[in-house]
């Protein structure tokens, strides 16, 4: 079962604009984690944000959670052809194990 | 994809055959996990271990196998038993002990002839 549905499944967008793209999930977590994937390749780690923090940023990403909406943000600010990936979002299944369910993931892809 | 290896890259399998992805880590990380990824979509838990020698089912364990028998090691058995195996196959590894964060290999492309 999928608790992560990332929005839109995909986005073209010009470089220097920004991107973003949103993740939903239905039940309740202890945090929620954003990760880059280029084609073929393996996932990298972005960004963590816990349940108790509202917003968070690293460099040219921003990172909002509500989890009254259950549902998490990522903005990824004066975008690069370089940015051009596949984005997740994971959440953990609860408390007492180490079990992360992945979303859908958002395309991304920057047009020079 | 730091200090997790999987080989080989790519592997082609005929059908009935038993194939298995090796992965291994030297990040000394308790927790190992498989996943598998289809074109276009997202990743799909197979198997996880949280410490060495106990290991669990994640949503699509059926036709697989796995063994976790020394810590940096995590192989996946495919079996003749998983239907449509064709598929990106990705190793993940976390520290553990709510450390969050997956580090994940470079991924296993299987392909069944």
Redesign the interface.
């Known amino acids: 079962?999928?608790q992560?549905e990332e929005d839109p499944q995909a986005l073209s967008i010009q470089e220097g604009e920004n991107a973003t793209m949103n993740c939903s999930y239905k039940t309740s977590i202890?945090?929620l984690?954003w990760?880059r994937q280029n084609s073929?390749?393996?996932?990298?780690?972005l960004i963590?944000i816990r349940s108790n923090e509202r917003e968070k940023h690293s460099g040219r990403l921003r990172v909002t959670l509500d989890t009254s909406k259950k549902s998490s943000s990522l903005l990824i600010t004066a975008s690069r052809a370089a940015d051009t990936a596949s984005y997740?979002c994971?959440t953990?299944a609860g408390s007492g194990?180490?079990?992360?369910?992945?979303?859908?993931?958002t395309?991304l892809k920057v047009l020079a | 994809d730091g200090g997790i290896t999987q080989s080989p890259k790519y592997l082609f399998r005929k059908e009935g055959q038993n194939v298995t992805l090796s992965c291994e880590q030297n990040l000394n990380h308790d927790a190992m996990y498989w996943y598998r990824q289809d074109p276009g979509q997202g990743l799909r838990l197979i198997y996880y271990s949280q410490i060495v020698n106990d290991f669990q089912k994640g949503d699509i364990a059926e036709g697989y196998s796995v063994s976790r028998e020394k810590k940096e090691s995590f192989p996946l058995t495919v079996t003749s038993a998983q239907k449509n195996p064709t598929a990106f196959y990705l190793c993940a590894s976390s520290m553990g002990q709510r450390t969050w964060t997956q580090y994940f290999g470079p991924g296993t492309r299987l392909t069944v002839l």
């Open positions: 079962s999928q992560g202890n945090n984690q990760y073929g390749r393996g996932l990298v780690h963590l997740f994971a953990d194990t180490y079990k992360y369910i992945f979303g859908t993931g395309r």
